[in-house]
């Protein structure tokens, strides 16, 4: 596409929106690059109040965990060739083996096995090798920067983290499935009917959006806890105790989350055009039918992006998870929290860190890959809503 | 590589290990127990587990959790780890069962003084002692020439002079966040200074020349500290210690072991500690005594809370104490105390000795009020005497609310 | 569409809308008049605790609830008119404050103090949100095809990463001689405690607010840039306007749905303003609304809590949002009319 002359810029204006954008990525990035930096260094380095103690860690250095010039080189090769496959091969791949509807199957096993085969690679045969090279290279194989794993075993393999991260996985699964289920039934109704039911339901959701969490909280607490004595009138000895089952905080988090979802699917299909369900509706379908067959192949778009922000709100919620969950069942986010809380030790909060930095890779790994539906989803529908 | 024990791997892999050999018995019944998570408590729940069948949870929450889950019936948890201020609820709806019995048949192994007895009955096991008490660099002090402090006035001499000598960035360093820690801070000058919490009434009495004097002394000290002084809790007072930042603390016993961890501290070595030092002359060291143990849920089956008992003893025995010696002061027989402990029992066993904490709904109330209302004096926004009169007009709003005042 | 099949669509939804979200708030609702109280007796107690030698056993008067005979305890239930919503707002005080136009004694209630903070917060970072993100959005628009892609993954960073950590992050930076208050001492040359007093931690939570929300908003308007009408925006250049012109009057227009939307969002959220209070430990200077209700809630350790009043707290944070929302609301009233059949 060819610019028109009017709108090619001034170089100044091009300088200015380039050093705006700059500063703001180093704005955006640096937390998070910092305590990803901070979470591979000893205690000591982590905490130390000269910010090159931190990034170049001679504590860490000194206890004989460290990186080579060798290794960032190499390491960084291997990330941008990773992450450009990532970006480039992968989504060519998927919309090969899986077309139309299994897409987002598709999607889901490819990132996982992705993010596996990455794992392995970088942490583990990447390691292997450059120990072996290292010492042959002479000068450039002395570490300069300190750097270590013990973090990130200690949190994985020590303390298991594993669990929290499926655990994790399965409310965040749970709530993803039902909200969007639950909720596009709800947003076509809402979006085809002009009834003032429709309307005032959707101001009570609103409302229900706005009310401070911590205030619903508490209210479920003595529920939880007592519910097995509680519905014992009704359901006998089979009553549960619903304090720290997975699937009641998933019925709570799907609640909560309810409101936001209608809202947003609602605008998705008031803008898929009516005539193409009442077409179905003349050749005989049911609402039922004319839903599934005609609305449903057309609303993914919508519902992936939905489906994000269920996944985001699962997946970081703090205050439910960590107050109607136990140790067994726990999530990582509250798990995290855990380290810090307690009476903790600078070695925990380390690792609390590596902790957090772990739980921020999915992330990373889910906005790479659906960015660009993010971005056309909300193009599609939302943002016109 | 720091393999020590951690919480979560020891709480989840329980419940699949068989019953390990260092544990006396088998124990065949399903148990959990619920306390609050600091290293102590890690070491005896791992201690434990190794009887199999037995998951723990460490929490941070358990305080908003426990009277709830042992109320339940059945109780959600067999064992609960509690102290003297957080047995309170659990005493009160009596959901804790007497353990006199249990003692007699499984608990030939504890001392007397670890049974804590209410109008007779044993209703919990005591398994350490906890206190705050002076923690300081002794290459300083020694460098500068200062005597260990006794006393408040002495440690802000001594304060004086550090900051002259320009040795650290701060001289002092308090466990001062806003909230339970700056209330029970003040409590511990506050009953330095003689203070009687309520009047014989039941009206509060914090209003005083004692708590005038508590928070005059405590403002003085500020001078010496870090300004952010209201977000410093006991492990930023703790890494200020490690990172060699502060001379002087009034910290927690338990955190006493930290400042010897060559992974995380550079002062290995150069803190010592002393008795807390006394708010006037001839007065107790200006702190409270702690007590931490175990107590057993009521709503369970006999057979549960034999088995919760004969597991708990498992978790407080002499071994679990030797491998875990300088992780807190123990009550246990066959505990050593280390060099880091001196300053506890120096505490403890001083004369007059400081008073426990009071394990009463009432202090319950005073605490948070307190907690709410003094940061308005610390940020200078009110004088001493309207922060106090402000803790006495919330305590008598929420101790009408709670009914223990008309 | 009939009563009938709509009602069949909305119901799952609902049913779950009503059980976990309306039920709990008509109970908050009927507990914000209602005060419950156990029945206490005064009971001699002789208590024995350890110390580190031997034991020291004590007898004092305590207070302790009756139990009946399945052994729970027994309480009242009081209806109490206002009086929690008085003790939380605590009138006689705030108005004498009002009248002799003392703003630091007003500033000593809670409630008060609470509502002044949630909404400086909100209404601060509210512009500041749609500002920045407006501005990312266009730069983003602007910016060559190739880099987009990445840009607009750092861009959405400070968005998906989990609250909680984005707050702790942000405050490792800078408590005690966290790396950028170290650095900032560096540069202004003077000794800095940013934890130390009010308004830098009020600046420090908004920053850490528009940090996190901006990317939201901006993804939001990068993608309605992309259904501008280029016609439009070619007819405004052949009529002269310039660049700012075409902003202002194409633009931002196309864009305001998405500027009510997001306006909307964030006031929700804003208002309720909460992780901030606990990331940053700022209670001793700053509390929110929501923050208050959570104190009321939080037990002591003797297990008391103050029901009544959190209940009370909330349902006056309840009747601030919603009035906060109205404009909004209309706007939505009158789209509902005019939009949807």
Redesign the interface.
């Known amino acids: 596409m060819s610019t ?1 002359r ?2 090619r ?1 001034p170089l100044a ?1 091009r300088l200015t ?2 050093g ?2 700059a500063v ?2 180093l ?3 640096f ?2 690059v ?2 990803a930096v ?1 979470s591979v260094k ?3 380095d982590a ?5 090159l103690d ?1 990034i170049f860690g001679p504590a860490t250095r000194a206890a004989g965990n460290g990186l080579s010039l060798l290794d960032i080189v190499v390491g960084l090769v291997v990330l941008v060739f990773a992450v450009r496959l990532a ?1 480039n091969w992968l989504p060519r791949m998927v919309s090969h083996y899986a077309p139309g509807g299994q897409m987002l199957f598709g999607w889901i096993v490819a990132a996982t096995g992705y993010a596996v085969a990455f794992v392995i690679a970088y942490f583990v045969i990447l390691p292997a090798l450059l120990g072996l090279l290292n010492p042959v290279l002479g000068p450039l194989g002395q570490p300069i920067i300190g750097l270590t794993t ?1 973090h990130y ?2 949190v994985w393999v ?4 594993y ?2 991260f499926i655990n994790s996985m399965v409310v965040t699964a749970g709530v993803v499935t039902i909200s969007l ?3 596009t ?2 947003g ?8 003032t ?3 005032w ?3 009570v ?12 909280v ?5 529920f939880f ?2 519910s ?2 509680i519905l014992r009138p009704w359901l006998g000895e089979a009553a549960p ?1 619903l ?2 089952q997975p699937w009641a905080v998933i ?2 988090l ?3 989350n ?2 936001f979802t ?1 809202w947003m699917l609602r605008s998705f299909f ?1 803008n898929i055009p009516n005539e193409l369900d009442e077409a179905a509706r003349v050749d005989g379908c049911t ?2 039918q004319a839903f599934r067959l005609v609305i449903m192949p057309v609303m993914w778009p919508g519902v992936i992006t939905t489906g994000l922000f269920s996944f ?1 709100l699962a ?2 919620d ?1 205050l439910v998870t ?2 109607l969950l ?3 069942n ?1 999530t990582m ?1 509250p ?4 380290y ?8 925990d ?1 380390v690792e609390a860190v590596a902790a ?1 930095v772990s ?2 890779a999915p ?1 990373f790994l ?3 890959i659906f ?1 660009r539906q ?3 989803g ?2 599609a529908g ?4 | 590589m720091n393999l020590r024990p951690i919480l979560m791997a020891g709480a989840i892999s329980a419940v699949a290990l068989p019953a390990a050999a260092d544990c006396a018995f088998e124990n065949t019944v399903p148990l959990r127990s619920l306390s609050a998570a600091f290293e102590a408590w890690n070491a005896v729940t791992d201690a434990m587990t190794e009887c199999g069948n037995f998951e723990a949870e460490l929490s941070q929450e358990f305080r908003t959790l426990q009277p709830e889950a042992m109320a339940a019936n059945p109780a959600l948890y067999q064992l609960g780890g509690v102290s003297n201020g957080t047995v309170t609820p659990l005493l009160n709806a009596q959901t804790i069962r007497p353990l006199d019995d249990l003692v007699e048949q499984y608990g030939q192994q504890l001392r007397p003084n670890q049974l804590i007895r209410i109008n007779g009955q044993t209703m919990a096991i005591a398994m350490m002692v906890n206190t705050q008490h002076l923690m300081y660099r002794s290459d300083i002090l020694d460098d500068l020439g200062l005597d260990v402090p006794e006393t408040w006035d002495e440690v802000l001499a001594a304060a004086e002079v550090i900051e002259a000598a320009g040795v650290v960035d701060y001289p002092l360093g308090a466990t001062m966040a806003t909230g339970w820690n700056l209330a029970q801070d003040f409590n511990n000058m506050f009953l330095g200074y003689g203070g009687q919490f309520l009047n014989s009434d039941g009206t509060p009495a914090v209003n005083s020349e004692a708590g005038v004097n508590s928070l005059e002394t405590m403002m003085a000290l500020t001078e010496y500290m870090d300004p952010e002084y209201l977000v410093s809790d006991s492990t930023y007072v703790q890494q200020q210690f490690q990172q060699g930042r502060i001379a002087m603390a009034n910290l927690w016993g338990s955190r006493g072991a930290a400042m010897d961890d060559p992974a995380e501290s550079q002062v290995v070595g150069l803190v010592d500690a002393a008795a807390a030092p006394r708010a006037m002359e001839g007065g107790p060291p200006a702190t409270t005594l702690w007590w931490d143990g175990i107590v057993i849920a009521a709503n369970i089956t006999d057979e549960e809370a034999a088995a919760a008992f004969r597991v708990a003893m498992e978790g407080i025995d002499t071994e679990m104490v030797q491998a875990n010696n300088d992780a807190a002061v123990w009550l246990i027989e066959g505990y050593e105390p280390g060099r880091l402990a001196v300053g506890a029992i120096a505490t403890a066993t001083a004369d007059p000795a400081p008073t426990a904490y009071p394990s009463t709904s009432q202090m319950g109330l005073m605490h948070s009020a307190l907690g709410n209302a003094l940061p308005a004096y610390f940020t200078g926004d009110v004088s001493a005497e309207a922060a106090l009169a402000a803790v006495e007009a919330a305590y008598i709003t929420s101790a009408q609310e709670a009914g223990v005042l008309e | 569409m009939k009563f009938k099949t709509f009602a069949a669509f909305v119901a799952p939804s609902l049913v779950m809308m009503l059980l976990f979200i309306a039920a709990p708030l008509v109970s908050v609702f009927i507990g914000s008049f209602q005060l419950h109280q156990p029945v206490l007796q005064e009971v001699e107690e002789e208590t024995c605790t350890p110390g580190f030698t031997g034991q020291t056993c004590t007898t004092t008067i305590v207070t302790r609830p009756l139990i009946d005979e399945s052994g729970n305890m027994i309480t009242t239930t009081d209806w109490v008119g206002w009086t929690n919503y008085t003790r939380v707002l605590n009138p006689e005080a705030a108005w004498a404050a009002v009248s002799s136009l003392d703003w630091s004694a007003l500033m000593q209630i809670d409630f008060w103090a609470a509502l002044r903070f949630t909404l400086m917060f909100t209404l601060v970072t509210l512009p500041l949100v749609i500002g920045v993100g407006l501005a990312i959005a266009l730069v983003v628009n602007n910016a060559a095809k190739t880099i987009r892609g990445p840009v607009i993954f750092i861009s959405l960073l400070p968005f998906i990463i989990t609250p909680v950590i984005g707050a702790l992050s942000i405050r490792w930076l800078f408590i005690g001689d966290g790396i950028l208050t170290a650095g900032l001492e560096a540069w202004l040359d003077r000794d800095l405690a940013l934890f130390a007093q009010a308004w830098t931690i009020e600046l420090m939570m908004m920053f850490y607010r528009v940090w996190h929300v901006a990317p939201f908003a901006f993804v939001i308007f990068y993608a309605g840039l992309q259904t501008v009408n280029q016609d439009t925006l070619e007819s405004a250049i052949i009529d002269g306007a310039n660049r700012f012109e075409r902003l202002r009057y194409v633009i931002v227009p196309h864009l305001a749905p998405l500027i009510v939307f997001i306006a909307l969002i964030h006031l929700m959220d804003a208002y309720r303003v909460f992780e901030e209070i606990v990331g940053f430990t700022s209670q001793a200077h700053v509390i929110s609304l929501q923050w208050l209700t959570y104190d009321f809630l939080q037990p002591d350790d003797s297990g008391n809590r103050a029901f009544g009043r959190a209940s009370a707290s909330s349902m006056l944070t309840m009747v601030g949002i919603v009035v906060l929302l109205i404009p909004l609301l209309r706007r939505t009233w009158r789209d509902h009319k005019g939009g949807s059949h």
């Not at chain 1, 076509?188 to 009834?195: I, K």
């Not at chain 1, 939302?382 to 809503?385: D, F, L, N």
Request: proline letters at 5%; charged letters at 10%.
């Open positions: 028109p009017a709108m810029q204006l929106s380039a705006f954008l703001w990525c704005i955006a990035s937390p998070i910092w305590i901070m000893s205690p000591v905490f130390a109040s000269n910010p931190v970006l013990e075993r200690a020590d303390n298991a983290f669990r929290n289920t639950v909720g039934l709800a076509f109704a809402l979006a085809r009917s002009g009834s039911v429709a309307f339901l959707l101001i959701a609103l409302g229900f959006r706005a009310l401070p969490h911590s205030v619903l508490a209210g479920y607490l003595p806890v007592n097995a004595e105790t304090y720290g019925a709570v799907v609640s909560i309810q409101p209608i008031q609402h039922f985001l997946y970081n703090f960590s107050l136990d140790q067994s726990q986010v798990a995290i929290a855990g810090f809380n307690r009476e903790t030790t600078t070695t909060q957090a739980i921020t992330l889910l906005v790479m960015q993010i971005v056309s909300l193009t939302a943002v016109k809503g």
